[in-house]
């Protein structure tokens, strides 16, 4: 699920809060990734509180340049603890540019988690593209032992398919 499409003032917000490091405005997007994981949670007959939220990790290199994780902080501005479950193994290059096909390529093993199994989880990103992030992100929870159910996003780009349109991620 995804609270918004990518585009106008969403996307100006979130590319606000990456490229320029502006974590105050992540207040904004707060209730759309509220309402993402809401309608996740009654899409599956599960109150919000058995369900899991694990944020997908950035690049060391954004993470670094920033001073913050970007899903991090849109969980913890609307209430919600993230479960940093999901760790990069290797670093994949930029996914600006790159057809699915690529993204999948370029993300594919590039996770582990950890303290997942027997859990319930929503795999929580910024922006939904492609999917190939959370697909990423999705093999190594249940790879671990996690369970699944969903992924929650602020938003997701046009061509992906919109607030309801969704599963995928970065990628």
Known sequence: MVGAMHTGAVAAVLRAIKDEAR??????????LAAALATLAR??????STLTPVTVP???????????????????VIGVAPHRAL??????????????DERVANVAAS??????AG???????????????????????TAAGGLVVGAAA????PRHGGPRGGHGGRG
Do not use: K, N
Request: hydrophobic share 40%; with cysteine.
């Open 154 to 157: 602020v938003s997701a780009t």
């Open 23 to 32: 974590p105050g405005l992540v207040r904004h997007l707060g209730p759309l």
């Open 111 to 116: 996770m582990r988690a950890r303290d997942v």
């Open 119 to 141: 859990r319930r989880i929503v795999i929580v990103d910024d922006v939904v593209t492609t999917g190939a992030t959370l697909a990423e992100a999705a093999r190594a929870v």
């Open 87 to 100: 760790a990069l193994v290797r670093q994949p290059g930029d996914q600006r540019g790159l057809d699915r």
């Open 58 to 76: 950035g690049t060391r290199r954004s993470d670094r340049a920033r001073g913050f994780r970007v899903t991090d902080r849109c969980c913890r």
């Open 43 to 48: 899409d599956v007959d599960a109150a919000a």
